[in-house]
Every structure is written in C-alpha cells, then in structure tokens.
C-alpha cells in the first residue's frame, strides 16, 4: 500500500500539473513556439489512464491474491503506460531545449534534467516491480520525488517567486541569485544520495549515529538557509496580498520538511530510527508540493479565465484547511497516540482538493468574465 500511494502521489498528478506550465510559460522562457493541444493530448491521457489503472489494478490484483487466483498485472500495465506517456512529454518539453536559441535557458535545463530523472526512477520502478524488488522500487519513489518533482519546484521557484512578488508589491525587488538555486539543487541532490545511502544499509551500526548526526547538521542547516531566503523574497510583505502568501508559505514548508527531518535523525540517532517517521515526508509532499500547487493553478487559471488575481475567501479556506490536514497528518507521526487523526487528515486532504477541482472545473467551463475569447 504505501509503494502505490508513495508512486501515485509522486508520479500521478503532478507531472499532469507541470504539463500546464512548461508548455505555456517554458516556451515564452526559450523563445520557441509551443507544441499545439493536441500534440500533447496522447503523453497526458496515458498518464492518466495508466495511474488510474495502476491504483485499479494494485487493489483488484490484492484482492485476487488473498483468493488464490493468478495476479492480472493490471497495475504493471498501468505503469508501463503511465512511464510511456511521462518520457513522451519530457521528450517534448527537450526538443523546445533544443530548438532555443535563447541566452538563458538554465531554468528550462534544470527542469529538464529533473525530468530525466522521474523517466529513469519511474521505469527503475516498473523494471523493480517486475522483479520483485519492492524495497528497491520504494527508494526510486523518493528519488523521482526529490530529484525530479522537487528539483522542477525548485527551478519554478526561484525563477517565478521573486517575479510575482515584485509585480504584486513594487516595493519588492527581484533577486534571485543564481547561488541560491544551486543551494537548492545541491539540497535535492543530497537527499537524494540519503536515500540510497539508506537503502544499502551502510549507515547500520556503529557509522549509524554518525551518519544521522551528519544529516540532521546538513538538513538544518539547510532549512535555516531556505528560511532565511524566504524572508530575502518577501514572505512578510505577501501577507498583504492572499494569492501572493500562498505562494510564499508553500515554500516556507520547504524548509520546515528540512527542518523537521534534521530533528527526526537526532532524535533518532541513539536507535538508529528517525524519531518522526513519515512527518518530514508529508511536510514536504502536503505542505510544500500541494501548497505550491494550490497557489500555481489558482493563479494561472484567474491569469487565463479573465479573472482578477486574487485569492477570495473560498481559495483562502481552502488554502487554509490544507495547512491544517497537513499538521494533523504531521502530528499522527510525531506523536504515535495521536495515529487517529490520519482518517481526518485524510477526509480533509480529499475535501479540499475536491472542492477546489470542482470550482477550477466550472470555470474551465464558462466563458472569461472579461468578454474576451477562451
């Protein structure tokens, strides 16, 4: 169960969410014409069909194993799909690379190279599952996770987070340094070999406390260095403006996942155990990923509905009780009496990504309030 929530959630929305952007803005980045919507109709579509067929499949294939009966490998077929589909787009988005003749294209490279990365560990994951490795297939999951989902956060955001808030709040200029996405690069790269590092089981016995204490130094470090970073950028002064704080407190979430995983390997040093289980994971995917995911879409969609930018006060809401899922499912692994609320964070998490779907889905629907076409 959790390799097929770990895969789904890394792999089965989001590079959907990415497909929006990097065929709108990526272009207009490289100084390229972008590939038409129905170009890109058949990677997405097998996408999302393939991971609606690998969670079918993981739960009819559980079933019919506990009756005896042969697996149908519906599940495999879907990934095999859902892998096709993903290399088919990130094929695109690097032939627009290719075509750029632009002098800045270290943003769109970043994002391809983590793209890349999620085609190598999502066909490591196929091939893993095919020969029954499925602590290996897991440790592909967080390396597709980091090196790819986070790596294209993180070349988005350095490139789109100062230039929204100074366009927003002109009081507020924009700096983006270049050091600083390498710092994050580098953040991503390391978490990455954490992984690995951690599933060769190197680190067991007497290197185990030191490679903990080691990490947890990095990890902190890092975090204070996001954190402070986010403050350059103007966190403050997007409290002013809704739409705008949402943005800057999903990146706030980056560094608290840091920084909660820095604490989870000390406290866990003396047993060898990260004291937090799962908590610096869902910091990460819940408050960061879908914090910035949440803001992201928000925005475009108000951008091409012909709506004003704004957050209104059901976006905030939602935006708001997403926080809330996000520390009570912090909370089930921080504190282990407190399990019980993984069915609310869970009921939560659905609610408000239903609701948001649903409002986006009517908009998608209606004509631009502007009188304009689209």
């Not at 097929?4 to 959630?9: P, Q």
């Not at 005896?68 to 495999?76: H, I, M």
């Not at 600083?180 to 070999?193: K, S």
Request: hydrophobic share 60%.
């Amino acid at each position: 169960p959790s390799l097929v929530h770990g895969a789904l959630m890394s792999f089965g929305f989001i590079p959907l969410f990415f497909s929006g952007f990097l065929f709108t803005a990526g272009p207009k980045w490289l100084g390229v014409a972008p590939p038409g919507a129905r170009q890109l109709l058949a990677p997405l579509l097998l996408q999302a069909l393939g991971w609606l067929a690998w969670l079918a499949g993981a739960h009819l294939e559980t079933r019919l194993a506990l009756t005896g009966l042969a697996l149908t490998g519906l599940a495999l077929t879907g990934l095999a799909l859902a892998c096709a589909g993903l290399v088919w787009m990130s094929a695109w988005f690097g032939l627009l690379i290719w075509r750029s003749q632009a002098r800045d294209r270290l943003h769109a490279l970043v994002v391809g190279a983590g793209c890349l990365v999620g085609c190598v560990s999502l066909l490591g994951i196929l091939l893993a599952l095919v020969l029954q490795a499925p602590q290996v297939a897991g440790a592909l999951v967080l390396t597709g996770l980091w090196g790819f989902v986070v790596v294209v956060y993180v070349a988005v955001a350095h490139r789109m987070i100062p230039f929204f808030t100074s366009s927003a709040l002109p009081m507020v200029k924009v700096w983006r340094p270049f050091w600083a996405l390498w710092l994050m690069l580098g953040v991503t790269a390391f978490e990455v070999v954490a992984v690995w590092v951690d599933q060769s089981g190197l680190p067991q016995g007497t290197a185990g406390p030191a490679w903990m204490w080691l990490r947890g130094w990095l990890e902190i470090a890092a975090a204070a260095m996001l954190l402070w970073l986010a403050w350059v950028w103007g966190l403050l002064q997007s409290l002013k403006n809704r739409l705008l704080a949402m943005l800057h407190i999903g990146f706030v979430w980056l560094a608290l996942a840091l920084l909660l995983s820095g604490a989870s390997q000390w406290l866990g040093a003396h047993t060898g155990v990260p004291a937090l289980g799962l908590a610096p994971l869902h910091a990460l995917s819940m408050g960061c990923l879908a914090s910035l995911m949440l803001a992201m879409v928000t925005r475009v969609s108000c951008g091409h509905g012909g709506r004003a930018l704004v957050a209104d006060g059901l976006v905030w809401s939602l935006f708001g009780l997403l926080q809330l899922a996000t520390l009570l499912r912090i909370a089930a692994d921080c504190y282990p009496p407190a399990s019980v609320l993984l069915l609310p964070a869970a009921l939560l998490w659905a609610g408000v990504m239903a609701v948001w779907g649903l409002r986006l889905l009517h908009w998608y629907g209606c004509l631009r309030p502007d009188g304009r076409p689209g």
